[in-house]
Structure formats: C-alpha cells, structure tokens
C-alpha cells in the first residue's frame, strides 16, 4: 500500500515554516544540497533516511522536497514513515519554491552534482567516440560503446567506475575536506 503525502504549494510551505508550524526537509543528496537549497532546511538525504532520525517534534508538520518532486513522490512510504506528525511535500520541489520568487540559498562555488558530472562526462565521451568513429576511424565508436556499456553496467549494480574516478577530480575533493 503506497502512502499519500498530501503536496502542498510553495506559498503555503513558506507561510508555515514562517508561522513555525512546518519543518522542510531536503531529501537530496548532500553535494546537491550544497549547491543550492531553501535556507532553513533540514538535510536529509533520501540514501539515508531510515538510518537516521528527524528530531521534529511531532505536532510540527514535516514538509519533505527535493528538486523537482520527483524524488519524493517516488518515495512516499519511506517519507510517511520516518515523520512522527504530519507529513506533506514541496509540489514541484526547489524549482517550483524558486519560480515563485522565494529565496534559494546558493553555492555557485560547490562542485556540480556527481551525477550530472557522469552525466556531462558519459555525454561527451559518447558524442566524442561517435565524431571520432565517422572522422577518423571506425574504431573510435568503440568509445562510445564502451561508456554505453559502463552506464548500463551502473545501472544494474548501483555501482558507477565512472563516478568514483569522478570524486577523485580536484575540484570534488576541495569540496569534501
């Protein structure tokens, strides 16, 4: 049985957290919360939401986001159960909280996402060993197959070579000491 969390606007979210009735909770993985967030929110990230334990009294509504709502729609029975009260989601996320002029915190300094790291890193590889492949040689496409099967291989496992390499990168490092 899926829980329903009822979705509530971003102008309603706003109004009870300034009225101290509601705690956000931002379900996104810390490297994206770094990046940009809705100052006052609470980090906790989705991967490790049974591990850890909310603290928000129970008569304070909890009101879970993410970036878009995605993530927490997908998520309903693990939100529902790890809020002691009253539980609801940010319809449209951060982005949605954003369009209607309410304030971000932002990090323009914090590395990108590792996720849309691998993203711009498995791209450009692709399109490179595609460029290549009709360029240069046909054996260039092996390239792209290569990081085709990589992205598959994460898929399947959970584990991705491509974003562990990643972290390794300066900029991703500086981040995390």
Same mark, same amino acid.
């Given at each position: 049985?899926?829980?329903?969390? *009822? ?7 706003? %109004? ?10 931002? #379900?996104?993985?810390? @490297?994206?919360?770094?990046?940009? *967030? #809705? !100052?006052?929110? =609470?980090?906790?990230?989705?991967? &490790?939401?049974?591990?850890? *334990?909310?603290?928000? @009294? ?13 993530? %927490?729609?997908?998520?309903? @029975? ?7 009260? @009253? ?12 369009? &209607?002029?309410? !304030? ?22 692709? =399109?490179?060993?595609?460029? =290549?492949?009709? =360029?240069? &040689? ?9 990081? $085709? ?7 399947? %496992?959970?584990?991705? $070579? ?16």
């Amino acid at each position: 049985m899926t829980a329903t969390l *009822h979705k509530l606007s971003p102008q309603d979210v706003h %109004t009870r957290i300034a009225a101290g009735r509601a705690v956000l909770v931002d #379900i996104r993985e810390a @490297d994206e919360f770094a990046r940009a *967030h #809705i !100052p006052g929110a =609470l980090s906790q990230p989705l991967s &490790a939401l049974e591990q850890a *334990h909310l603290g928000v @009294d129970p008569a304070t509504d909890v009101v879970f986001t993410c970036r878009t709502g995605m993530r %927490t729609a997908g998520a309903c @029975d693990r939100l529902a159960a790890a809020a002691q009260g @009253d539980a609801y989601v940010l319809d449209g996320g951060l982005e949605a909280w954003s369009r &209607a002029g309410l !304030p971000v915190a932002q990090d323009r300094s914090a590395p990108l996402e590792i996720n849309r790291q691998v993203q711009i890193a498995a791209g450009t590889l692709i =399109l490179t060993g595609v460029i =290549l492949g009709f =360029l240069v &040689a046909p054996g260039w496409f092996g390239l792209s197959g290569f990081v $085709g099967a990589g992205l598959t291989f994460a898929g399947l %496992t959970g584990t991705c $070579g491509m974003a562990r390499v990643l972290m390794l990168a300066p900029w991703n490092r500086a981040a995390r000491a």
